[in-house]
C-alpha cells in the first residue's frame, strides 16, 4: 500500500466513524492495522475537498464489485465433492484452499515478540517451528532472538527441516497455546517451514546469533547449515545494500566475473552497480556486457556465488551490513 492510498484509507476510516471503522478493522492483518492506525494519528487539517475527493473514489470502486468471489470456498468445496466423491475432493481441497480456515494461531499475530517467548519457551522445538512458520519473519525473528541459545538452534534446524504441518502437530499446538488462542477442528496440511523459512527468520537477527545458530545447525547437517546461508543473503539482495557496500564489493570483483555474473542480472541490479563505477569503468562495463555472447545459466549462477562470497566475507569483518538489523550497535 503506498503512502498515498494509505492516507485516502485513513481519511475514510475517519469519516466513517467509530463504529464503522471498528467493523473495518476486524477484517484487516495485525500489521495493516498497525500502518493505517499511525497514517490516522499522523492527518492533520485535512481539506473538504480532500475528503470528499477520497469519498468519490472509494464509490466509485464499490460500484464496480460483483458478489463473485464471495463464499467461493464452500462453492468450490460443494461442486469438487460432488463430482469427485468425497476422498479425492478432500484431497484437492486441502491444495488448492490452503490455509483458508483461520488458526487459532493467526492469534499470535496481534501479541508482542516477548509475550509470545514466554509463552512458548517450554513447548518441544517442532512445535515451536510450527508457530514461527505462521508468523512474519520479523515477528518470528524477534521471538526467536528471546529463546534460549540451544533451543533457537533446534528451532531453527526443524523450520528449516518442515516440509508441512500434520493436522495432528496443529491439534498438538492448539492445545498447548489454549490461554490465548481459539482452536480449530477443521486442521489441514499447510505448506509452510522449509530452508527459506529459517534464512528469512535468520535474516533479521543480528550477525552473532546469525552465526551461533548456523554452527549449530552445521554440527547436525553441514549441507542444511550450508543451504539455509545460501538462502539468507542471494545475489538479488545485493541491490538492498548501500553505496558504500557496494563499492567495496566491487573492489574485490574481476572484471571478466562481473560481466558473466550480471549477464543473468535484472536492469535495476545492473543500474546499481553501474552508478557505483567511475564513468569510464561503467562505459566499459556496459560495452563488455553487449558484446559477450550468450552464458551458460550454470555459469551465470557460479560467478554470483563467488560475488556472495566476497560480500559474506565483507560482511563477517565488519566492512559492511547485511539483513535486517537484529543485534546493531553504533561505536
Not at 90 to 112: A, C, H, N, P
Not at 201 to 219: C, P, Q, S, Y
Not at 267 to 294: C, T
Amino acid at each position: 500500500m503506498s503512502d498515498g492510498s494509505l492516507d485516502d484509507g485513513a481519511i475514510l476510516l475517519l469519516s466513517l466513524g467509530e463504529e464503522e471503522a471498528s467493523e473495518v478493522f476486524k477484517h484487516l492483518l495485525p500489521k495493516e492495522v498497525q500502518r493505517l492506525g499511525q497514517a490516522m494519528a499522523k492527518l492533520k487539517g485535512v481539506s473538504r475537498d480532500r475528503v470528499n475527493g477520497v469519498l468519490e473514489k472509494f464509490h466509485a470502486e464499490a460500484v464496480e464489485q460483483t458478489s463473485i468471489g464471495n463464499n467461493s470456498d464452500e462453492y468450490i468445496r460443494s461442486v469438487l465433492t460432488k463430482a469427485l466423491g468425497g476422498e479425492k475432493a478432500t484431497y484437492i481441497l486441502d491444495r488448492i484452499l490452503q490455509g483458508g480456515d483461520v488458526s487459532g494461531i493467526e492469534s499470535l499475530k496481534w501479541i508482542e515478540a516477548p509475550a509470545v517467548a514466554e509463552l512458548v519457551k517450554h513447548e518441544h522445538p517442532q512445535i515451536v517451528a510450527s508457530i514461527l512458520v505462521h508468523l512474519e519473519r520479523d515477528h518470528a525473528a524477534a521471538i526467536l532472538a528471546l529463546l534460549p541459545e540451544r533451543m533457537r538452534k533446534e528451532v531453527v534446524l526443524r523450520v528449516a527441516t518442515l516440509d508441512g504441518i500434520q493436522p495432528a502437530a496443529l491439534a498438538e499446538l492448539n492445545e498447548s497455546l489454549a490461554r490465548v488462542l481459539t482452536g480449530s477442528d477443521k486442521l489441514k496440511r499447510s505448506a509452510l517451514g522449509g530452508v527459506r523459512a529459517a534464512a528469512e527468520m535468520l535474516n533479521f537477527m543480528g550477525a552473532a546469533n546469525e552465526t551461533a545458530i548456523i554452527e549449530g545447525v552445521r554440527e547436525f547437517d553441514e549441507e542444511l547449515a550450508q543451504s539455509i546461508q545460501d538462502e539468507m543473503f542471494v545475489f538479488e539482495n545485493i541491490l538492498e545494500l548501500d553505496d558504500k557496500a557496494i563499492q567495496l564489493v566491487l573492489r574485490e570483483v574481476q572484471s571478466e566475473s562481473l560481466v558473466v555474473a550480471l549477464k543473468g542480472a535484472n536492469e535495476a541490479m545492473r543500474e546499481k552497480v553501474f552508478k557505483n563505477m567511475s564513468q569510464r569503468a561503467g562505459e566499459m562495463l556496459r560495452d563488455d556486457l553487449e558484446s559477450k555472447g550468450p552464458v551458460r545459466v550454470s555459469e551465470v549462477e557460479s560467478e554470483q556465488k563467488e560475488i556472495l562470497k566476497i560480500v559474506r566475507r565483507l560482511s563477517e569483518e565488519g566492512q559492511i551490513a547485511l539483513g535486517g538489523g537484529g543485534d546493531d550497535q553504533f561505536v
